[in-house]
């Protein structure tokens, strides 16, 4: 089983719309998590960060953990063209500092 | 605030030779760097944590002696890939963050892309 699981896609969503995308984590001890975009060709640059369950706002992204579970997710509302790229979510162990990646789900937002 | 550059963007090079990467935390101090790769479609794949002052620590199955790391400064960390060949070719991406809390997230650099003829 991979450590961090997300669908590598693509989901195509229409502009306007809610794009809704998932992530999994096996590690039950996991504390800090994290949504970076990645543009082709570019590095990531981080999206959103949460902590604790529940959701968090910030814009048009909202990002929602549930431990439990062990589901992060992120949802960007009002989905632009410019929307369109990698969504990697990346999940921090208890005691070690390395990030963990997930493989990314890619994103298209269709006029 | 927290800036981290990568020099060079991108490098084509013979195979056989070796090239180093520079990275560098702008305006802030880091301790920790992180060099990533990424192959095309693929996700960032950590190679080595580098440490200012001591060796780094590589991830299983990452070459010691081919990708060599230096973390001289509390500000700079350099990758040489010794001997490159053409299956180096990929995206190198370090990484630093600003601060050691385990809510801290990870800046990374624009990434160099490696081509290896």
């Given at each position: ?5 997300q669908n590598s896609g693509?989901l ?10 998932n ?82 789900t ?6 | ?117």
């Amino acid at each position: 089983q991979k450590e961090v699981e997300q669908n590598s896609g693509p989901l195509s969503v229409p502009e306007g719309a809610i794009a809704s995308l998932n992530c999994t984590y096996s590690d039950r001890v996991s504390q800090s998590f994290f949504w970076y975009r990645q543009y082709s060709g570019k590095s990531p640059e981080l999206i959103m960060s949460i902590y604790s369950n529940g959701d968090k706002e910030d814009g048009r992204f909202t990002a929602q953990l549930n431990k439990a579970s062990q589901y992060v997710s992120l949802l960007i509302r009002d989905s632009q063209p410019s929307d369109s790229a990698t969504y990697l979510c990346a999940v921090k162990g208890g005691t070690a500092s390395k990030l963990t990646f997930g493989t990314g789900t890619r994103l298209q937002v269709t006029l | 605030g927290a800036v981290v550059s990568q020099h060079p963007s991108w490098v084509i090079c013979k195979s056989g030779t070796s090239v180093k990467i520079e990275c560098r935390s702008l305006d802030f101090q880091a301790t920790t760097m992180f060099w990533y790769r990424q192959f095309p479609k693929q996700s960032l794949m950590l190679m080595a944590t580098s440490n200012e002052g001591s060796k780094a620590t590589y991830e299983q199955g990452v070459e010691k002696d081919k990708f060599l790391i230096n973390h001289a400064s509390l500000t700079l960390s350099t990758l040489t890939v010794t001997s490159a060949h053409p299956e180096d070719s990929s995206f190198y991406i370090c990484s630093a963050r600003d601060s050691e809390g385990l809510s801290s997230p990870l800046h990374f650099g624009n990434g160099t892309r490696l081509t290896v003829t």
